[in-house]
């Protein structure tokens, strides 16, 4: 029997370096540590937001992400306003973070959602997006704006 309703939990992401990840994801997109260990070769941490755990980061991995392997495509955080994705988008070009497109791009042509690609300390894929407020903007590619990059 299948499960009636299933909503995602967290996500679990491999980290190179828990410190330099913790800064990234705290410091950076406001996440709060619930959580953390630092006992040698058990390094990890819990984080979320308003008590809700969202994210765990697990530093067990020693090379940064790779897209040519199966897995984490990409990590989306959507948020209630394209407002709020340009703040965000304020404070990641303030921490000098690479972005793969320019500014707030529509999830595809005529699309009213959209947000900013960009990625973390270990090359994962992350997205932060309104559900609207991006209409008018030109997409970037023809194919899924968070689909290749």
Same mark, same amino acid.
Request: charged share 20%.
């Given at each position: 029997?299948? =499960? ?13 370096? /828990?410190?330099? %990840?913790? @800064? ?8 709060? &540590?619930?959580? !953390? ?14 008590? *809700?755990?969202? /994210?765990?980061?697990? !530093? !067990?991995? &020693?090379?940064? $992400?790779?897209? @040519?392997?199966?897995? /984490?495509?990409?990590?989306? $955080?959507?948020?209630? *306003? ?14 000098? &973070? ?5 500014? &707030? ?11 900013i ?6 090359g994962v ?6 559900? %609207?407020?991006?209409?008018? *903007?030109?997409?970037? *590619?023809?194919? =899924? ?5």
């Amino acid at each position: 029997m299948t =499960p009636s309703r299933l909503t995602t939990g967290h996500i679990g992401l491999n980290v190179t370096d /828990l410190e330099r %990840s913790l @800064d990234f994801y705290s410091r950076v997109l406001g996440f709060e &540590v619930m959580g !953390q260990s630092r006992e040698q070769g058990r390094e990890y941490a819990f984080l979320g937001r308003d008590g *809700t755990l969202l /994210l765990t980061l697990w !530093q !067990q991995s &020693v090379t940064g $992400f790779r897209p @040519d392997t199966a897995g /984490l495509h990409h990590l989306s $955080f959507q948020v209630d *306003t394209v407002e709020e994705v340009r703040r965000a988008e304020a404070a990641l070009l303030e921490a000098a &973070v690479e972005f793969a497109h320019d500014g &707030v791009v529509p999830h595809g042509e005529g699309a009213a959602s959209g947000g900013i690609f960009f990625h973390d300390p270990d090359g994962v894929r992350l997205e932060i997006y309104a559900p %609207s407020g991006a209409e008018g *903007t030109k997409a970037p *590619t023809a194919a =899924p704006t968070c689909g290749f990059f």
